[in-house]
T-cell receptor
């Protein structure tokens, strides 16, 4: 297993619930990412944080709210989700600069009922 | 914008045989990186192999090698002596030459099943 952890691993929530996904990297990396993985679709980049600053928001609906309190932790706050938001949510990190390999967490399998 | 296309949603191979996974991409960039990532069932995605566009020599990592055809914008992955542990989703990915953080574009993936 890599040095990127995600909790919870599985989450079932109703459309009116509020929940949060957590990602933690133990690699000393500077950049962290949220991806959405749906069946038969390419990984969709959602957000990028570089040195705690959000540098990318790929037109993600406001019902997804990211938070990066420091370079090691990344959260994705969820509220008023839709069934089509059900997917595997992956967190990744990179050192930044010329270090190009992305290290992925195991993902959170989200089901919206 | 870059696009990555994997035209084989699923493939299977007999254990110990060789299999090739296809990937094509589209970009106007001249310098970039290409990757193959592996996602085993219920396990984390890991990097298998990478290729820098300015290097003409094809990358090799043990049983994994690529056939990089820059003019054709093709980047296939060859797995030799397939093993049961190679069963996974394989994603082809593209990244512009890095500066700061890296934005990676992924394909839809190829599900590879190694048959005993």
């Amino acid at each position: 297993e890599t040095g990127v952890t995600q909790t919870p691993r599985h989450l079932v929530m109703g459309m009116t619930n509020k929940k949060s996904l957590k990602c933690e990297q133990h690699l000393g990396h500077n950049a962290m990412y949220w991806y959405k993985q749906s069946a038969k679709k390419p990984l969709e980049l959602m957000f990028v944080y570089n040195f705690k600053e959000q540098t990318e928001n790929n037109s993600v609906p406001s019902r997804f709210s990211p938070e990066c309190p420091n370079s090691s932790h990344l959260f994705l706050h969820l509220h008023t989700l839709q069934p089509e938001d059900s997917a595997l949510y992956l967190c990744a990190s990179t050192q930044g600069g010329r270090s190009i390999e992305q290290y992925f967490g195991p993902g959170t399998r989200l089901t919206v009922t | 914008a870059q696009t990555v296309t994997q035209s084989q949603p699923e493939m299977s191979v007999q254990e110990a045989e060789t299999v090739t996974l296809s990937c094509t991409y589209d970009t106007s960039e001249s310098n970039y990186y290409l990757f193959w990532y592996k996602q085993p069932p219920s396990r984390q995605m890991i990097l298998v192999i990478r290729q820098e566009a300015y290097k003409q020599q094809n990358a090799t990592e043990n049983r994994f090698s690529v056939n990089f055809q820059k003019a054709a914008k093709s980047f296939s992955l060859k797995i030799s002596d397939s093993q049961l542990g190679d069963t996974a989703m394989y994603f082809c990915a593209f990244m512009r030459h890095p500066w700061g953080y890296q934005k990676v574009t992924f394909g839809t993936g190829t599900k590879l099943q190694v048959i005993p």
